[in-house]
């Protein structure tokens, strides 16, 4: 359906299109539209990218290159956000919008609620509620955006499951976590699957006591990262239920 979206396009039109997705970036040959490519994994001769070596988001065209932002720059944490800015700013500049207000528009934009959501910073320690996690994928996705954050993670984990093996957090579980911290019906499984891949493991009754565990847990410099990787309805309405109890208690901390 998507495919028959940017084939119906006519010249003049501007297809913006993911050069890391191989199907996708297949795409480009074929069409009527102006191609515009972006890039996380690799520099393009022309189109958007990210120059790893540098941090810098980069728009090149046969005029030459110019520097967008340096990805410090952005507030949103985690490269599939690298590469929705970088979505974004093509869109941008083909409307005609400058790469200044581009620019700024970017370093301005706040992340969503319960999305990666910087909560405070406590003693050095740094609180994400990424409540929306409620799949493997998407945890895995939250933990890698800390990858390159110079301290460890401290995870909270658990709620209902979805029958879905835990497995693909393991390898980054164990570059990056100080501890996991699990809570809700699926802890159990969680803490079977993924117990050898942490150094240290504990359950908590509720979310109050998961947040004092966790801070508790990490030390100056860490993050502790709300990114379950389970629905939230064995303890609380919704997702975002989860998030706002996991920012309540975070600011208790304080007293």
């Known amino acids: 359906a998507k495919h028959r979206i940017f084939r119906n396009q006519e010249p003049g039109d501007v297809a913006i299109l993911n050069a890391d997705d191989s199907v996708i970036s297949s795409w480009a040959a074929g069409l009527r539209a102006h191609v515009v490519l972006f890039s996380t994994e690799r520099e393009l001769d022309e189109g958007l990218f990210l120059r790893r070596e540098t941090r810098e988001l980069i728009s090149r065209t046969r005029e030459g290159e110019r520097v967008l932002l340096r990805r410090d720059e952005m507030k949103l944490r985690g490269l599939h956000n690298v590469q929705n800015v970088l979505a974004a700013v093509a869109a941008g500049l083909a409307c005609g919008a400058s790469p200044e207000a581009m620019r700024e528009t970017v370093r301005q934009f706040q992340p969503v609620e319960h999305r990666l959501e910087l909560v405070a910073e406590i003693g050095g320690v740094e609180f994400y509620n990424d409540s929306k996690a409620t799949n493997v994928d998407a945890?895995?996705?939250?933990?890698e955006a800390f990858a390159d954050a110079p301290g460890q993670v401290v995870l909270l984990l658990g709620g209902r499951g979805k029958n879905a093996p835990y497995a693909p957090l393991a390898a980054l579980l164990e570059k990056k976590a100080r501890a996991l911290v699990l809570l809700g019906e699926d802890a159990a499984r969680i803490e079977s699957e993924l117990k050898s891949h942490a150094p240290t493991t504990v359950r908590a009754a509720d979310m109050r006591d998961a947040v004092r565990?966790?801070?508790?847990?990490?030390?100056?410099?860490?993050?502790v990262l709300l990114a379950p990787a389970c629905a939230s309805f064995d303890m609380f309405d919704n997702f975002e239920h989860r998030g706002r109890v996991f920012k309540e208690e975070v600011g208790n901390l304080r007293f």
């Open 139 to 143: 945890a895995v996705k939250a933990l």
């Open 213 to 223: 565990r966790a801070a508790a847990l990490a030390q100056p410099g860490d993050i």
